[in-house]
């Protein structure tokens, strides 16, 4: 079953920008609603050198269940934009096209279509707004999340950033989505329960503050949470948190406890001094877990310098995707009645006609991708654009889990060629053009010019 996640479900219909109505009015007034098709992808962009698809599970919730209830139609009708012949249209309204897509986890690079819609131009038209607002945000946080991954050397890696996210829908999304990227879990609790992902937690600094001392607010955490604690221990003095924490341990006669936390300082010298006092005190297995504005840069420079770092929660740096903070990604008209359709602005030529997209892997690295029309054939490739919807229907209707989902990332990173996984370096791989969709191109540019 498809798990829409944390939104207000009811008026999601609405959802949208008000051209893509009024368009669509002038296509219902014109009957010029033969089939289209539609393609969302993302341009080349400075500091990534490949994406990882996610969201298209709330984009298929979306697209099988939008309908336009009674109170959707008489709230259009108030604004006097929308004829009743319109309406009566909308109040009937469902998908009947077809979606293909590349499946969540599939990398992908730019100008490839990622998602793929063929149905009559007023439904393929009305799902632009949800379909980029969806994936843009989904593919930011996946990335983002691989990024991490990729330098974490298999650190225990944490979504901590709800509290900074944009919105609780953005703050569900970053949950779910990092952990498709390699994440271990995630602090939103309502996410773990509606994705099915393990949650984790340590304590804040106002837990400390708010009792007399540093070791009574530990010894009652402790008590309570055992060997599952995590002290936080930078409130007042690190060095001595940490030394207070050994204490409560001991006092407690805990064989063994969680860790500690560092949350500010200087994480390098902190940890290996941490590591050092935990280590004396017979808790070698006690970990260290580093939050505070963490990044897969931070994360890189730490673990190169040798902290002895067991884990890491990232927070605001994730949920915002702050160095790449929204993508240059669209939805563009390709097809309309079985005639190829190309836009020529400037610096954003899109590849006409529907298509597909195939990709090369020898000795388990990806050689390159090639994008085709949709029913060319490549021998020795693999095609990446799979069918969701047929008709209306969803192919399969047991959508596959985050742990699937999650595994099939992992799985797809290993077949990046080494100088793509840099995190530092712009390394352009653009996809190929087969010779057929260049032939009509050119057929296209001649006849616009």
């Given at each position: 079953m498809l798990n829409f996640g944390f939104v207000n479900q009811k008026n999601f219909s609405l959802l949208t920008d008000l051209y893509e109505l009024t368009m669509a009015q002038i296509y219902f007034d014109k009957g010029i609603n033969d089939v289209a098709v539609f393609e969302f992808f993302v341009r080349d962009t400075e500091?990534?050198?490949?994406?990882?698809?996610?969201?298209?599970?709330?984009?298929?919730?979306?697209?099988?269940?939008?309908?336009?209830?009674?109170?959707?139609?008489?709230?259009?009708?108030?604004t006097g934009k929308f004829s009743d012949e319109f309406l009566k249209y909308l109040k009937d309204f469902k998908f009947t096209g077809n979606l293909y897509a590349m499946?969540?986890?599939?990398?992908?690079?730019?100008?490839?279509?990622?998602?793929?819609?063929?149905?009559?131009?007023?439904?393929?038209?009305?799902?632009?707004?949800?379909?980029?607002?969806?994936?843009?945000?989904?593919?930011l946080i996946a990335t983002k999340a691989l990024r991490c991954y990729s330098v974490a050397k298999d650190k225990l890696l944490v979504e901590f950033g709800l509290r900074r996210a944009h919105g609780t829908d953005a703050g569900m999304k970053a949950a779910r989505n990092s952990f498709i990227g390699g994440f271990a879990g995630t602090s939103n609790v309502l996410a773990g329960k509606e994705f099915n992902i393990p949650i984790f937690g340590t304590m804040a600094h106002s837990f400390i503050m708010a009792h007399n001392s540093e070791k009574e607010a530990f010894l009652n955490f402790a008590f309570k949470y055992k060997e599952n604690t995590i002290f936080?221990?930078?409130?007042?003095?690190?060095?001595?948190?940490?030394?207070?924490?050994?204490?409560?341990?001991?006092?407690?006669?805990?064989?063994?406890?969680?860790?500690?936390?560092?949350?500010?300082?200087?994480?390098?010298?902190l940890s290996k001094e941490a590591r050092k006092i935990l280590d004396e005190n017979g808790y070698k297995d006690a970990t260290i877990f580093v939050s505070g504005s963490m990044n897969e840069y931070k994360i890189k420079e730490f673990l190169d310098n040798n902290a002895p770092i067991d884990g890491f929660g990232v927070g605001t740096e994730l949920v915002v995707s702050s160095d790449l903070p929204y993508l240059d990604c669209a939805y563009k008209l390709v097809e309309y009645a079985k005639k190829p359709k190309?836009?020529?602005?400037?610096?954003?030529?899109?590849?006409?006609?529907?298509?597909?997209?195939?990709?090369?892997?020898?000795?388990?690295?990806?050689?390159k991708d090639i994008i085709t029309l949709f029913d060319e054939k490549l021998e020795e490739a693999n095609p990446l654009l799979k069918p969701f919807i047929i008709n209306g229907e969803l192919v399969e209707k047991n959508y596959p889990s985050l742990n699937q989902i999650k595994e099939k990332s992992l799985n797809n990173f290993k077949t990046l060629p080494e100088e793509l996984k840099d995190i530092y370096k712009k390394y352009e791989f653009l996809p190929e053009i087969s010779k057929s969709l260049k032939d009509i191109m050119e057929k296209l540019k001649k006849e616009v010019s």
């Open positions: 500091n990534r050198n490949y994406f990882l698809n996610a969201g298209l599970e709330q984009v298929l919730y979306y697209i099988s269940n939008i309908r336009f209830e009674k109170e959707e139609i008489e709230y259009l009708r108030t499946e969540e986890g599939e990398i992908f690079f730019p100008y490839e279509p990622v998602v793929v819609v063929e149905a009559p131009l007023i439904q393929a038209q009305i799902l632009e707004t949800f379909i980029i607002n969806t994936m843009q945000i989904s593919i936080l221990v930078d409130t007042y003095d690190t060095i001595q948190g940490v030394k207070n924490a050994v204490e409560v341990a001991k006092y407690l006669n805990l064989k063994t406890f969680k860790g500690i936390r560092l949350d500010s300082g200087d994480i390098i010298t190309i836009k020529l602005s400037p610096q954003k030529i899109t590849l006409p006609a529907k298509k597909q997209v195939y990709r090369i892997i020898k000795e388990g690295i990806i050689q």
